[in-house]
């Protein structure tokens, strides 16, 4: 509320200070009537008109005077504003009673609209200390934001050289001279009234209804389900969206806080560049122009409600409040740097002072101190004499001092060889006891390892007993064994001879029974031819008589036939026994 009191102090000043005055000097009761009523009325503030008569009763102050206006202003009106007013018309209450005074009367580039929202503005950048004025800083500030909205190039130049004339006349301007100077084109050459026109309004709708942003995008309804193009205007905590930009027919607001969000939704129903606006009891779909354009709203939009979480307040406003800190501090900065200087100053003064004191006190020592040079001139001369006389005596005592320098410095040099043999003997020595202190080092070493190597050696060699009378026990055991199996193997020696025996005399069967065998060989073969001799004798002389053998054609073993009838057995019989005794004459051999 204090920032808010302030803002309207600035627009109450301009209507009290436009206020005309009686004979006397002072405002007379009957128009400071009419302001307080305005004033109630415009802010929504009760209107207490005994309040009035009893505070400015007639005293020898004057019942007018601004120190008397001030505290009833401040206790019966300005305290009990809750903001619940309309800011343009309040402004435009003051305007109407200070302009038609203060307002030049030469043409302008701007209409008397146009002038009133510079006004306002004015207000809104001035410094917090009366005569209002506004600074070279805000000045600036302002002439970009208009050369800006015009889409013009900012002249730093231009601006540098009217600055630099500014500050050697005064600090800053007041609000009808800023009015004549964006009034008269001079930072706006080349633009025509129309173009100022809306860079003026755009700069008010940003800085004085906190518009944030504005245009014209479509929107879905929530219950035909049809979209309407409508003119929407984004404020710190609202978005409010028209029928036209004229801003005459509201129809809804969109309320901002720190749980809104906003985010992009892909092209749908025909309608493109389209995001969603999320608030905790309704959503709300909208279409922008263009990707750029809803790119920026949503941008705006994010940025508008992270203050809101974040509890800070429009940018504009923040930056304003940060330039007057920087202003504060700079010139705070420069006050010290006068104090300084002042405080240098009056050193230097001081300093000054004492430099002139100390030249006079030089003076009259230089006036002293050009007699005693005079006396020692006198004294020099006769100082001289006596000075050669004890010369000739002081380099007589010099060579004396030489030869016994050089005496000295020969015993000083034997002195020093002395030290640098002990110094060599002393080195030598620390090696011998190193040499020493390491051989120790080593015979320990040594005998350690011997101490451990016998007692390696004694632990070996009762193991080796004990292994030796393992190898007793185990040889001991071996004889045993080696007896046992002496008297087996002459068993089996004696079963092998028997073997042999048997071998050797199933041999010699074998041997009589293959004599046998060809002995029968033979005699088969030549009773075959014999008898194969015979049959061809027998068809040959009688034709008839055929010789049938025994058995049937074909049979499986059909038997052998020999001189004397049928054979004992079958050559299959024959050939299995030959068979046989080829194997064991195999095996024999």
Known sequence: MVGLKDELLKAIWHAFTALDLDRSGKVSKSQLKVLSHNLCTVLNVPHDPVALEEHFRDDDEGPVSNQGYMPYLNKFILEKVQ???????????????????NLSKS??????EDAFKVWVIFNFLSEDKYPLIIVPEEIEYLLKKLTEAMGAGW?????????????????????????????????????????????????????????????????????RKNWTERWFVLKPNIISYYVSEDLKDKKGDIILDGNCCVEALPDKDGKKCLFLIKCLDKSFEISASDKKKKQEWIQAIQTTVSLLRAGSPPPHKEARQKR????????????????????????NENKQKELETVRKQL???????AEEEKKRLQTQVELQDRFSLELEREKMV????????????????????????????YNQLQEALEVEKQAR???????????????????????????????????QMTEAEKQELENQRMIKEQALQVAMQQLEQLELERKEALEQYEEVKKKLETAA???????????????????????????????????????AFTEAELEQREKSWKGKKASSE
């Open 83 to 101: 903001g619940n007013f309309d800011k343009v018309e309040f402004n435009r209450m003051c305007w109407t009673l200070c302009a038609k005074k």
């Open 107 to 112: 043409p302008l580039l701007i209409s008397d």
């Open 155 to 223: 002249q730093q130049e231009q601006f540098d050289l009217y600055k630099i004339a500014l500050n050697t006349s005064r600090e800053g301007l007041s609000a009808w001279e800023l009015i004549d100077l964006i009034g008269s084109g001079q930072f706006s050459k080349g633009m025509d009234r129309q173009t100022v026109s809306m860079a003026v309004n755009e700069v008010f709708n940003e800085l004085i209804l906190d518009v944030l942003k504005q245009g014209y995008m479509l929107k879905k309804g929530h219950k």
């Open 324 to 347: 007057k800190e920087l202003r504060q501090k700079l010139l705070a900065e420069q006050e010290e740097l006068e104090r300084q200087m002042k405080e240098l100053q009056a050193a």
């Open 363 to 369: 003076e009259a020592a230089a006036a002293r101190a």
């Open 398 to 425: 010099r060579q004396k001092m030489e030869e016994q320098v050089a005496q000295k410095s020969s015993e000083l040099e034997q002195y020093l060889q002395r030290v640098r043999e002990l110094e060599e003997m």
């Open 441 to 475: 080092q080593d015979e320990e070493t040594v005998r350690k390892l011997q101490a451990r190597l016998l007692e390696e050696e004694s632990a070996k060699r009762a193991e080796l007993e004990k292994w030796h009378l393992q190898q007793q026990q185990t040889i």
């Open 529 to 567: 031819n014999n008898t194969r001799s015979w049959k061809d004798k027998v068809a040959h002389h009688e034709g008839l008589i055929r010789l049938i053998e025994p058995g049937k054609q074909g049979s499986k073993n059909p038997h052998l036939i020999t001189n004397w009838g049928p054979a």
